[in-house]
């Protein structure tokens, strides 16, 4: 059996010393010898949680696999042990394309959208297309209630449950291209299907439920966009419960050609966030972008962060946290050899501003976060997937690594993971008042920062947001900072006393 070394910590807690750091997140992997991919968690009433994934393995943990990859799902109780498992598919290949497509259903069972070449084992559909859309409603335990297909040459990006009504599906279709709808009844009965047409080559990402209606976000071919220039675009539309048009819109982005809306959030004030990565055709660099929308599509705001200056890097999922801050995961990789990916997670306050990016990173060539959700108190669950096998994984985070130990047998090539993260991304802007016994005031501050300890301070060193250590003062029983030449934002300050215990702490600069 392979070895996976995994560093797993208290990712970031609100006031610590580099040297009492013990408490480790727990962390479990399911899969069997083949190839097993994470894509969707949900908490479940019981306090368990429901697993949809893709898996080629027939053994171990994943069974009755149909016939190449199958639609996994896997019911885990509180203690993340397996409760049941089940295998969906045929003959040929059934796979998932987003995080988007499981879904709880009112009645306590549960729903996916996949996509399928199959006609035979599970698989019923009338459509004599090469692919189309499977969408299977299982109950409580798995068992198969009712199934539908859509004929597309694409694939589901998302599904959504209509409180007391149905559900509703989108896709993505080519020839002819454009964005697809539809609506099924409690029964799985198609309502309604909605074809929108973009020009040239589109791509759906996700849907939501918005104002008696739905909101739709996709792409559009960046080298036609209507600006007439090689600019990408990002398209949302809103349409009514019946799938009409309410508005429409383009957001383009110049100077950039490669645009890929991953998400779209609605705020607690009714304005929509969309989470998208931008690049260029011919460069490795890559951003983050999230656009804020009032409720007929008008431009709010938009913030770009740095993304990463290689391919693999993407947003895979977000939530509105429980503290009003966005949280998202994905995948990101920097200068690596070999294209080697790392689960990545990044924090922004309510106004789209960069509070902490981090990394949990592996040595494989394939380490991706799939979706993250929130437990509460600032705990948040992670399901993905990870090639890691027998190499040692890091958690990474700013501004230190610190790196604790853990071991897990790799079940085969790709393994299901699924971790939690204690405090992800959290640094409070309190004074310290324990690790290193250290004071740190005003806080937010403005132009002096005052630093009180009964031991002696010989190194302090300021870090932005994005890790890039922008003050660095080395001398003997440092007491003050200078703070004015700081740009207004967040900052994460690294203290050093004289027997080099680190302390760590977040403050703002106002």
Known sequence: MKKIFLLLANLIMCSFSAQSINNLAWFKNYGGTGEDYG???????????????????????????????????????????????????????????????????????????????????????????????????????????????????????????????????????????????????????????????????????????????????????????????????????????????????????????????KTVMVNPDGTLLITAVIGMTYSSVYKGLLLKLDALGNTVWQ?????????????????????????????????????????????????????????????????????????GNNQFTVLGSSASGSLRNIISFFPPQIQVLMTLSNKGNTDMVLFKLSDVLTLDTKEISKSGGFKIYPNPVKNIINIKSDKRISTVNIYAADGKLVSQHHEDNIKLIDASSLMIGNYFIEIIDSNNIKTFKKIIKK
């Not at 368990?48 to 019911?75: C, E, F, P, R, W």
């Not at 976000?217 to 019946?242: F, H, W, Y």
């Not at 501003?353 to 979706?371: C, F, L, M, P």
């Open 303 to 375: 913030k770009e962060f740095p993304g990463s200056e290689d391919s693999h890097f993407t947003i895979t999922s977000s939530i509105i946290s429980q503290n009003n801050e966005y949280i998202l995961s994905g995948t990101k990789a920097d200068h690596y050899p070999n294209d080697i990916s790392d689960f990545w997670f990044g924090k922004f306050d309510i106004n789209g501003n960069v509070i902490s990016q981090q990394v949990i990173r592996g040595n494989s060539n394939y380490d991706y976060a799939n979706e993250i959700i929130e437990e």
């Open 39 to 261: 894509y969707s968690i949900k908490k479940t009433p019981d306090n368990g949680y429901i697993i949809l994934g893709a898996s080629n393995s027939n053994n171990n943990d994943i069974t009755n696999n149909h016939g190449q990859d199958d639609i996994v799902l896997i019911k885990l109780d509180q203690n993340k042990n397996i409760v049941w498992q089940k295998s969906y598919g045929g003959s040929k290949r059934e796979w998932l394309q987003t995080s988007k497509t499981l879904q709880i259903t009112e009645d306590g069972g549960f729903i996916f959208a996949s996509t399928t070449n199959s006609n035979d084992g599970d698989v019923v559909r009338q459509s004599s297309a090469e692919a189309s859309i499977w969408i299977v409603k299982v109950d409580s335990q798995g068992n198969i209630q009712w199934q539908n297909s859509l004929p597309v040459t694409s694939g589901a990006s998302a599904v959504k449950v209509i409180p007391n009504e149905g559900y509703i599906i989108a896709g993505s279709g080519f020839s002819p291209n454009n964005f697809r709808l539809a609506k099924l009844d409690l029964t799985g009965n198609i309502l309604w299907q909605k074809s929108y047409s973009v020009p040239y080559y589109t791509e759906v990402s996700d849907v939501q439920l918005y104002n008696s209606g739905f909101i739709l976000i996709g792409t559009k071919d960046t080298a036609q966009s209507s600006s007439g220039t090689p600019d990408c675009e990002l398209r949302v539309i809103n349409v009514d419960m019946n799938g009409g048009v309410i508005w429409e819109k383009n957001y383009v982005y110049q100077n950039y050609t490669k645009n890929s809306p």
